[in-house]
């Protein structure tokens, strides 16, 4: 089984539509909470990343942990064309020795349409 | 500032030639890492550097592969001989600390034939 689960689309959604991502993860180590965007032929970017069970909100985009559950969730209000990319969900723990590593989902590609 | 940058941007090998790839991370940053993905797969770690010491690696597939990073700064990785299975998209990527965010290159895309 694998840590984290995503579905990898494609998605593909009008301009102006709300968008909702998606990952689940199995391992209850995990601390933080990332979301990556990755355009092509290029490397994945920080969009944003959380700590806690709750929500975090920056400008249209929000992010949501359930560590209960094991589930995170990204959303996109008011997509753009420019939103079109491929989206990772990534996780972390830090390990005893100090060191830590991101496990990533597999990706989810977005298109939005004019 | 410049950003995470690499080298080659695409690699075409035979199986069996040797391959190395450069990583050049953000000036200051200690903390380096490898991460790969292969067709269809999540990107998935390979290791870390503080400064020029291996912290975790845990993710290198087989001793075929070997990482080094030369006085802290930049870093390569070897493939030697590579194999067909080693195709795929190799990210570096460096971070200040690391509970900081984690800046990745644009990858080097390795084709082995």
């Known amino acids: 089984q694998k840590e984290v689960e995503q579905d990898p689309g494609p998605l593909s959604v009008p301009e102006g539509a709300i968008v909702s991502l998606n990952c689940t993860y199995s391992?209850?180590?995990?601390?933080?909470f990332m979301w990556y965007r990755q355009y092509s032929r290029k490397g994945p970017e920080l969009l944003m990343y959380t700590y806690s069970s709750g929500n975090k909100e920056d400008g249209r985009f929000t992010a949501q942990v359930d560590k209960s559950s094991k589930y995170i969730s990204l959303f996109i209000r008011d997509s753009q064309p420019s939103d079109s990319a491929t989206y990772l969900c990534a996780m972390i723990y830090i390990l005893t020795g100090g060191g830590n590593k991101l496990t990533f989902g597999t990706g989810t590609q977005l298109k939005v349409e004019l | 500032e410049a950003g995470v940058t690499q080298f080659p941007s695409h690699s075409v090998i035979e199986k069996g030639q040797t391959v190395t790839l450069r990583c050049d991370p953000i000036?200051?940053?200690?903390?380096l890492y490898w991460y790969r993905r292969v067709m269809g797969k999540e990107i998935k770690f390979l290791l870390h550097?503080?400064?020029?010491?291996?912290?975790?690696e845990s993710g290198m597939p087989n001793n075929r592969f070997l990482a080094e990073r030369t006085g802290g700064t930049y870093s390569t990785l070897k493939v030697q001989p590579a194999e067909l299975e080693d195709s795929g998209v190799y990210f570096c990527?460096?971070?200040?600390?690391?509970?900081?965010?984690?800046?990745f290159g644009p990858g080097t895309r390795l084709t082995v034939t």
């Open positions: 000036s200051g940053h200690d903390n």
């Open positions: 550097f503080v400064k020029e010491s291996k912290q975790d």
């Open positions: 990527a460096s971070s200040q600390g690391i509970l900081y965010e984690q800046y």
């Open positions: 391992n209850s180590a995990f601390q933080y």
